[in-house]
């Protein structure tokens, strides 16, 4: 049982290591898609047009409260009481892990709606930040300093508007951050060579046994959608079969679209290879700065791709042109309409929407029902995929520059300084209030996600053992005789030195509620990992979520981390206490304390990351409470002893961490 455990154990941190599937590996966000598949739509030609509207009306029969009579409502806002066809290229693939389910999902789910509205909000709240290029420096100092205050201030309302969608997109769907966490089904193969052309790469993209990628992904199920759509108009069909077939070929269609659509995403072309960290730091890199890429049709000339959340207009309709082409062949199929070249027909394909998973499935399986067309559909997929861009060379020479994300396991050290204001001294008379420096040095190791959460969450994790100095305290010892004095002899609690640990972990709703929940794994390890990424994310409580400024990261920390402090374990501390009776020099007393530390606000303003290491200046306020025991009275000797209260304190510390990354 044990061994099951700490494999269950292993497997949920693999899945917060992970979470970057919820970012790097969902490709553009929901709006970005429903906006690319509402400019393909617009750009239908008008008997095109009329075929997708008359099929939209015939999949929606029976349906008609969940889905919208209009097909692309480009108007459409925010709190939607109906899904468009358009959307469902974002439901697809990020909501959903086949068209099967996603139509299930779209027809009969109570959450799909919320979906529908927070990707409204969060479209509008990145509408008002600009996309620009990080700043260079390249213009003097003061409007250096303007345009890198203006750079990573949308930078951060980026990130808190992500932040915010994503939250509440996990609440409100609990499988949205573990779905695709398993494969590269968003992502393009990367060529293993430069002799390929469009046609042998796409055979590369689908050949049993490769890797799910998102160019095969499309060929699947857009193939099964041309097949449907082929029996629509060779065969005569009851109508409730007609609209089933209509139905299950829209779908399969628009599920396909949500992976073609990925591949104008710039961290998608880019970020192909590599373990978690460099998959996720090449995605994220490529994204925000952009990336030059050639396409297969035209190797003369460049675009520029910019990636998830960072979507122009220009990358807009450059995807919208692919998606059409795509859209219009299946309309075609549909209405009969002549081409170049004979669409594929299948009369045994049945009337329902693709069942293949894409979030299970590691590599594409045999499926003979499809690959008897490969021939066929082959003039198809070139001529959509000739406007696609050139995937990247894999690992070796001619590779595109690689980055790392702060994801994994890592060893390092941090120091900090601190400052503490204490309530007074151990001994009960010494009430007067006063200060108290330290040191604290130490080694920590631990897993680090802040690379896959970006900067909303909290999924660092980590254990520390140190050695900590503190200077003693201003106040006095008063009711001696050496409170007259300077220095330590006098201080209510003189300088000490101790043995330190410090640990942190995230929660999801209390503080230790993920270890307390932990037997979940032996029977429900999959609910465990959901609820783990979302304690990782921040938790259930939204003011515990990291908030992104331009001057850097503030984020509420109560119970996320525990610091202890042992004084007294090489030997006895000591204070001198009040005699009794009073009048004398004072009694001196030995004892021991363990303080509990728990820091509260954390404020993050700096932090780099190159290669694989890290580091970062943060400071944290604190408040701790020092708990005496094992007092015993020194001298003079049958002194009456010494009765010790606790001490409590609120400080601020500043903390130097640096990361080693394996």
């Known amino acids: 049982m044990n061994r099951r455990i700490r494999r269950s154990w292993s497997h949920t941190l693999l899945a917060l290591a992970l979470w970057s599937a919820a970012n790097s590996?969902?490709?553009?966000?929901?709006?970005?898609?429903?906006?690319?598949?509402?400019?393909?739509?617009?750009?239908?030609?008008?008997?095109?047009?009329?075929?997708?509207?008359?099929?939209?009306?015939?999949?929606?029969?029976?349906?008609?409260?969940?889905?919208?009579?209009?097909?692309?409502?480009?108007?459409?806002?925010?709190?939607?009481?109906?899904?468009?066809?358009?959307?469902l290229s974002g439901i697809g693939g990020d909501h959903s892990c086949s068209s099967q389910e996603m139509l299930e999902t779209v027809r009969t789910s109570a959450w799909i709606l919320q979906v529908a509205d927070i990707a409204a909000q969060l479209k509008a709240d990145l509408a008002k930040i600009p996309v620009t290029a990080p700043a260079n420096g390249d213009e003097g100092?003061?409007?250096?300093?303007?345009?890198?205050?203006?750079?990573?201030?949308?930078?951060?309302?980026?990130?808190?508007?992500?932040?915010?969608?994503?939250?509440?997109?996990?609440?409100?769907?609990?499988?949205?951050?573990?779905?695709?966490?398993?494969?590269?089904?968003?992502?393009?193969?990367?060529?293993?060579?430069?002799?390929?052309n469009p046609y042998a790469y796409g055979q590369l993209t689908l050949w049993p046994g490769s890797e799910l990628n998102a160019i095969g992904v499309w060929t699947t199920f857009h193939l099964n959608a041309l097949l449907k759509a082929s029996r629509l108009a060779k065969e005569q069909l009851a109508p409730d079969e007609r609209r089933a077939l209509v139905r299950a070929a829209l779908f399969d269609e628009?599920?396909?679209?949500?992976?073609?659509?990925?591949?104008?995403?710039?961290?998608?072309?880019?970020?192909?290879?590599?373990?978690?960290?460099?998959?996720?730091?090449?995605?994220?890199?490529?994204?925000?700065?952009?990336?030059?890429?050639?396409?297969?049709?035209?190797?003369?000339?460049?675009?520029?791709?910019?990636?998830?959340?960072?979507?122009?207009?220009?990358?807009?309709?450059?995807?919208?042109?692919?998606?059409?082409?795509?859209?219009?062949?299946?309309?075609?199929?549909?209405?009969?309409?002549?081409?170049?070249?004979?669409?594929?027909?299948?009369?045994?394909?049945?009337?329902?929407?693709?069942?293949?998973?894409?979030?299970?499935?590691?590599?594409?399986?045999?499926?003979?029902?499809?690959?008897?067309?490969?021939?066929?559909?082959?003039?198809?997929?070139?001529?959509?995929?000739?406007?696609?861009?050139?995937?990247?060379?894999?690992?070796?020479?001619?590779?595109?520059p690689r980055f790392r994300s702060e994801v994994g396991k890592f060893t390092g050290l941090a120091g900090s300084i601190d400052a503490r204001h204490v309530s007074g001294g151990f001994e009960s008379s010494q009430n007067e209030s006063g200060w108290i420096g330290g040191l604290d040095i130490g080694v920590r190791a631990g897993l680090g996600l802040e690379g896959a959460l970006g900067d909303s969450g909290d999924g660092l994790v980590f254990g520390q053992i140190g050695f900590r100095a503190d200077s003693n305290s201003s106040n006095r010892a008063v009711g001696t005789s050496l409170a007259q004095l300077s220095g330590e002899l006098s201080a209510a609690i003189p300088a000490r030195t101790a043995l330190s640990a410090r640990i942190r972990i995230p929660f999801y709703l209390v503080p230790g509620d993920l270890v307390l929940l932990s037997p979940m794994l032996l029977f429900n390890p999959t609910a465990y990992q959901q609820i783990a990424v979302t304690a990782a994310n921040g938790g259930l409580i939204p003011w515990q979520q990291g908030l992104a400024s331009p001057i850097g990261r503030f984020q509420f920390v109560l119970g996320r981390e525990l610091g202890v402090t042992w004084y007294g374990l090489s030997g006895n501390q000591q204070l001198v206490a009040p005699s009794d009776p009073p009048g004398g020099t004072g009694r001196v007393v030995n004892y021991k304390s363990t303080n509990f530390e728990l820091p509260i606000?954390?404020?993050?303003?700096?932090?780099?990351?190159?290669?694989?290491?890290?580091?970062?200046?943060?400071?944290?306020?604190?408040?701790?409470?020092?708990?005496?025991?094992?007092?015993?009275?020194?001298?003079?000797?049958?002194?009456?002893?010494?009765?010790?209260?606790?001490?409590?304190?609120?400080?601020?510390?500043?903390?130097?961490?640096?990361?080693?990354?394996?």
């Open 141 to 196: 100092l003061i409007a250096d300093i303007q345009r890198r205050f203006a750079s990573e201030a949308s930078r951060a309302a980026r990130l808190n508007a992500l932040r915010t969608a994503d939250s509440r997109l996990q609440r409100a769907d609990p499988q949205y951050a573990t779905r695709a966490d398993a494969n590269f089904a968003h992502f393009l193969l990367a060529r293993p060579d430069t002799s390929l």
């Open 254 to 400: 628009a599920f396909a679209l949500h992976f073609l659509e990925d591949v104008y995403a710039s961290g998608h072309v880019a970020g192909t290879w590599g373990d978690v960290s460099q998959r996720k730091g090449t995605h994220d890199y490529y994204n925000q700065n952009g990336l030059e890429v050639f396409t297969w049709a035209g190797r003369d000339k460049t675009i520029v791709l910019m990636g998830d959340a960072h979507m122009r207009p220009q990358d807009a309709e450059l995807a919208a042109n692919t998606v059409r082409a795509s859209l219009e062949q299946v309309l075609d199929a549909a209405a009969g309409r002549s081409r170049d070249y004979e669409f594929p027909y299948a009369p045994s394909i049945p009337a329902a929407a693709d069942a293949f998973d894409v979030c299970r499935n590691m590599t594409f399986p045999s499926r003979p029902e499809l690959e008897k067309h490969a021939d066929q559909f082959s003039p198809f997929a070139e001529e959509v995929l000739l406007p696609t861009p050139v995937p990247g060379l894999g690992s070796g020479l001619g590779a595109m």
């Open 601 to 662: 606000l954390e404020y993050r303003v700096y932090r780099a990351f190159g290669a694989n290491q890290s580091s970062a200046i943060l400071f944290q306020l604190f408040a701790g409470a020092d708990y005496p025991h094992g007092e015993s009275v020194e001298y003079p000797l049958g002194a009456p002893p010494v009765d010790l209260r606790p001490v409590y304190s609120l400080g601020l510390r500043m903390v130097f961490d640096w990361r080693y990354y394996y």
């Open 25 to 87: 590996a969902f490709g553009w966000i929901y709006p970005e898609h429903r906006d690319i598949s509402v400019l393909a739509v617009q750009g239908l030609d008008a008997e095109r047009k009329a075929v997708f509207d008359r099929l939209w009306q015939d999949a929606r029969a029976g349906d008609e409260q969940r889905l919208c009579a209009q097909g692309a409502d480009a108007g459409q806002g925010t709190a939607p009481g109906c899904i468009d066809w358009a959307a």
